[in-house]
Antibody, heavy 123, light 107 residues
Framework: QVQLQESGPGLVKPSQTLSLTCTVSGGSISSDGSYWSWIRQHPGKGLEWIGYIYYSGTTYYNPSLKSRVTMSLDTSKNQFSLKLSSVTAADTAVFYC???????????????WGQGTTVTVSS | DIQMTQSPSSLSASVGDRVTITCRASQSISSYLNWYQQKPGKAPKLLIYGASSLQSGVPPRFSGSGSGTDFTLTISSLQPEDCATYYCHQNYITPYTFGQGTKLEIK
């Protein structure tokens, strides 16, 4: 079955760009109907959906972060990535990658998640 | 954005109890409602999708119901391993949003 694993620096300086990669195993990142997603969770808080990149490359970003977010696919490595620019301490969070897929409306869900990676923004 | 409001925010129940968590959407989301269970230090785990479909491998004591704006997650007989935080999640209209979570403790 599909498994996801996040990777990237655990510490980022303020004003820099946070870069994370999610490696997909057990399946193809080019699978029809796959929405490769990013979600974050601030310490002790709830879940915030950041956005997704569709298997075709189409992206949708949460408007609250849109100006700072870029997502991309690397089909050669079976990976997708997240870049978040101009980070501040408020971006400190656990970041999860996830796969949203379904069998047809309304049966869509993020049913596969990575274990999560903690990113701290601090000088 | 669609706001998802869960109630209660926390609850404490005994093993064997029937537990109900509700989730209300600020506008209709049809049946595009999923429920997740999250334990400390772990990623969320999908329990229910499409408001009422049980995810493969999830014990049948978990069930979901509702459509439109009002939804319910029910645990028919609470087990010790059900101690966790539960989130509802709408993926009908972007940006997708989550409820604030319900922390379930075992008495």
């Amino acid at each position: 079955q599909v498994q996801l694993q996040e990777s990237g620096p655990g510490l980022v300086k303020p004003s820099q760009t946070l870069s994370l990669t999610c490696t997909v195993s057990g399946g193809s990142i080019s699978s029809d109907g796959s929405y490769w997603s990013w979600i974050r969770q601030h310490p002790g808080k709830g879940l915030e959906w950041i956005g997704y990149i569709y298997y075709s490359g189409t992206t949708y970003y949460n408007p609250s972060l849109k100006s700072r977010v870029t997502m991309s696919l690397d089909t050669s490595k079976n990976q997708f990535s997240l870049k978040l620019s101009s980070v501040t301490a408020a971006d400190t969070a656990v970041f999860y990658c996830a796969l949203r897929r379904g069998v047809g409306p309304p049966y869509y869900a993020m049913d596969v998640w990575g274990q999560g990676t903690t990113v701290t923004v601090s000088s | 954005d669609i706001q998802m409001t869960q109630s209660p925010s926390s609850l404490s129940a005994s093993v064997g109890d029937r537990v109900t968590i509700t989730c209300r959407a600020s506008q209709s989301i049809s049946s595009y409602l999923n429920w997740y269970q999250q334990k400390p230090g772990k990623a969320p785990k999908l329990l229910i999708y499409g408001a009422s479909s049980l995810q493969s491998g999830v014990p049948p004591r978990f069930s979901g119901s509702g459509s439109g704006t009002d939804f319910t997650l029910t645990i028919s007989s609470l087990q010790p391993e059900d101690c966790a935080t539960y989130y509802c999640h709408q993926n009908y209209i972007t940006p997708y949003t989550f409820g604030q979570g319900t922390k379930l403790e075992i008495k």
